[in-house]
């Protein structure tokens, strides 16, 4: 089984939720620097109030920031752990970071057509809580407004909204479709279609990390 893993793919192709699904069937733990950063800001943390104003515009965090947040992450893992990076790296400069620190044996890309990822991301609600997500028209929690998971109540991230969600969508093609072939290149990239049903992407998430 694959051990140390990142995940690819633009926003809105379903890293959160197939790492989510890989760490509770399968014990990874999944780092998620957005998740951090929302957390911070939600803190008034000092990293927070560094990062929120990129956030909002959709632009990405400046890479010292979070090169110095996953290192400190990192070195707080036990050995041998099964890792799984959703959203970090997201350039050039912070993959050469993460290669010093750790030996990544799969990148696996999330590919989704970006008609899609549009509309998954403006109709997305998020949990603050447990990080799981939710689609308005074809995902819907059983409640409305509330999370299947653990019960907390949904939101909308200030990013999700249609003016920042173009800007990102140009961040990553910008900075971070080059780890596309940055990883081919190391010879452990593999790219899953991200477009069907849930549990049919996640049987070929699974497989590719077998
Ligand atoms: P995400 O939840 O992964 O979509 O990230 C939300 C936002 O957090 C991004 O639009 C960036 O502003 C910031 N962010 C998350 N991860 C990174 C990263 N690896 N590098 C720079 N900015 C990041």
């Not at 993959?95 to 990822?117: K, P, R, T, Y």
């Not at 403006?122 to 689609?135: A, D, Y």
């Not at 081919?184 to 996640?202: A, C, N, P, S, Y």
């Amino acid at each position: 089984m694959k051990s140390k893993i990142v995940l690819l793919g633009p926003p809105g192709s379903g890293k959160g939720t197939q790492g989510e699904k890989l760490s509770e069937e399968m014990g990874y733990v999944r780092l998620s620097t957005g998740d951090m950063l929302r957390e911070a800001v939600r803190n008034g943390a000092e990293l927070g109030m560094k990062a929120k104003g990129y956030m909002d515009s959709g632009a990405l965090v400046p890479n010292d920031l979070i090169i110095d947040l996953m290192k400190e992450k990192i070195s707080t893992l036990e050995p041998g752990t099964g890792v799984i990076f959703d959203g970090f790296p997201r350039t050039v400069e912070q993959a050469d970071a993460l290669g010093e620190q750790i030996e990544i044996d799969l990148a696996l890309n999330l590919d989704v057509a970006d008609c899609e990822l549009v509309e998954r991301l403006t109709k997305r609600r998020s949990c603050p809580e447990c990080h799981c997500v939710f689609h308005l028209t074809h995902n819907k929690p059983r409640q409305e407004g509330v999370c299947d998971k653990c019960g907390s109540p949904l939101y909308q991230r200030d990013d999700d909204c249609d003016e920042t969600v173009c800007n990102r969508l140009e961040v990553y093609r910008k900075n971070t479709l080059p780890l596309i072939d940055y990883y081919e290149r190391k010879g452990i990239l593999v790219t899953v279609e991200g477009t069907g049903k849930m549990d049919e992407i996640f049987a070929k998430v699974k497989e590719a990390v077998r």
